[in-house]
């Protein structure tokens, strides 16, 4: 299938999802104006990727500086499908990237590690720039 | 020396935004473009009025709630109600600062008769919940379906007063005229 790429905008984020390398990125800020909208199709090819019998890691990296409440629902939702896949045997790091000083950020964070156990789980704090 | 005629004139208005604190106050349309253009305007004042981080990201979130909230549910809109996107409605938002630095954060908006009642008890709820209760409720919705009629998750009160000081104040001012769209009005301490 192919790669999906999403260009950001000042209101919503990169997607770089590279299928064929096994690497997926979700970069910058994100409220959209229909969060559902934006996400649907990321959701449902990503599902269509993890669908494909595959056994490479894959390696997931998430640095996003703000999402807004319906953001914050389609990314549990996305993470939801990634975790399923751990769960069926996939191994899948998610690189969390988040301020140090954003406890929200850090907060829901920690609230994936909790809920998507089968996940590897990295935080990744970081500094001012 | 005669006061300038402009300065009569408006002079007053705005020795009343800076007597009530006024940092930032829009009314007019509300489209997602404007709102991220007000959002960084907004995110810039807090930086350079070197505001704590921690204050300057709540502030942002509640004021893109807030703001989104407008685009989807004001009663006054410009593009026609099944248009599901490029929204454009009007309200408006104000943020103002207190003596002792803290913000407070309103906005106003139309909005149909007969999702008042709906908002009403709502917010009422929301009142009644202790800031746990609040942190347990976002987390319980976070894990549901969207509910019937909303355009986002259903969690953007919940996001702002999560994040507030104290619980949300809400009013609704009954429309001028018969027919009209009562006025809803809220209020977030951060």
């Known amino acids: 299938m192919d790669n999906l790429y999403i260009a950001p905008t000042p209101s919503s984020p990169e997607v770089d999802f590279r299928f064929d390398a096994h690497r997926l990125s979700l970069r910058g800020e994100s409220y959209p104006e229909n969060a559902a909208a934006f996400y649907a199709n990321v959701i449902a090819q990503l599902k269509t990727y993890l669908a494909q019998p595959q056994e490479q890691p894959i390696d997931v990296q998430i640095a996003l500086a703000y999402f807004n409440s319906s953001s914050t629902k389609m990314l549990f939702n996305l993470i939801e499908a990634l975790n399923e896949a751990a769960q069926a045997g996939r191994q899948v790091d998610l690189h969390w990237y988040h301020d140090e000083e954003d406890d929200t950020l850090f907060e829901f964070g920690q609230e994936l590690r909790d809920d998507f156990p089968a996940l590897r789980f990295l935080s990744h704090p970081v500094g001012p720039t | 020396m005669r006061a300038s005629p402009i300065a009569e004139k408006y002079g007053p208005f705005l020795d009343l935004a800076h007597q009530h604190q006024v ?59 099944n248009q599901g996107n490029g929204e454009l409605r009007h309200g408006s938002v104000c943020i103002r600062q207190e003596s002792d630095g803290q913000f407070l954060l309103l906005c106003a908006n139309p909005i149909a008769p007969e999702t008042a009642h709906g908002l009403r008890a709502k917010l009422d709820a929301l009142r009644s919940m202790t800031l746990e209760e609040i942190k347990l409720a976002y987390r319980q919705t976070l894990r549901e379906e969207a509910p019937e009629g909303s355009k986002g998750a259903g969690m953007g009160f919940l996001t702002v007063a999560r994040d507030a000081r104290e619980p949300l104040e809400f009013d609704f001012v009954p429309a001028e005229n018969a027919g009209g769209s009562p006025v809803f009005y809220l209020k977030a301490a951060l």
Request: glycine share 6%; proline share 5%; no cysteine.
């Open chain 2, 23 to 81: 940092i930032f106050y829009y009314v007019g349309y509300f489209s997602q473009n404007i709102v991220a253009a007000m959002a960084e305007a907004v995110k810039l004042q807090l930086e350079v009025a070197g505001v704590a981080g921690p204050t300057r990201r709540k502030l942002f979130s509640a004021f893109i709630e807030m703001a989104q909230n407008i685009i989807h549910y004001s009663a006054d809109a410009l593009t026609p109600p």
